[in-house]
Nanobody, 129 residues
């Protein structure tokens, strides 16, 4: 059982920044890890891929967050972070981190969302205009 624990969600004004963190087991160091979000009123199946990072630290971003968000891991590979800058109201959502086999990072983010098997409990981000 892979336990993932997110933190860092908060309420901010548009243009602000937040840094989300996810504590992950060290044995996931070579796994594909990702951040996904589920907007209020949306079903789990509509969870949107935000960014992912593979075992070699290659990254993928959704078009909507490119240039604003950065996904990274710490050197010990025990924390997965998401630095979010210039936040907008449409970024408001519950944010989840996820873990899975490295090959998942070769899939489109939308497909990754359906294939990850390990998920955290989520952390809420609210952006006001």
């Amino acid at each position: 059982q892979v336990q993932l624990v997110e933190s860092g969600g908060d309420s901010v004004q548009a243009g602000g920044s937040l840094r989300l963190s996810c504590k992950v087991p060290a044995f996931t160091a070579t796994w594909c890890m990702g951040w996904f979000r589920q907007a209020p009123g949306k079903q789990r199946e509509e969870r949107e891929g935000v960014a992912s990072i593979d075992g070699g630290d290659g990254t993928t971003y959704a078009d909507s967050v490119k240039g604003r968000f950065t996904i990274s891991r710490n050197n010990a590979k025990t924390t997965l972070d998401l630095q979010m800058n210039n936040l907008q109201p449409e970024d408001s959502a519950m944010y989840y981190c996820a873990a899975g086999p490295d090959f998942l990072c070769g899939l489109p983010l939308a497909e990754q969302s359906r294939r990850f098997g390990a998920w955290g409990q989520g952390t809420l981000v609210t952006v006001s205009s």
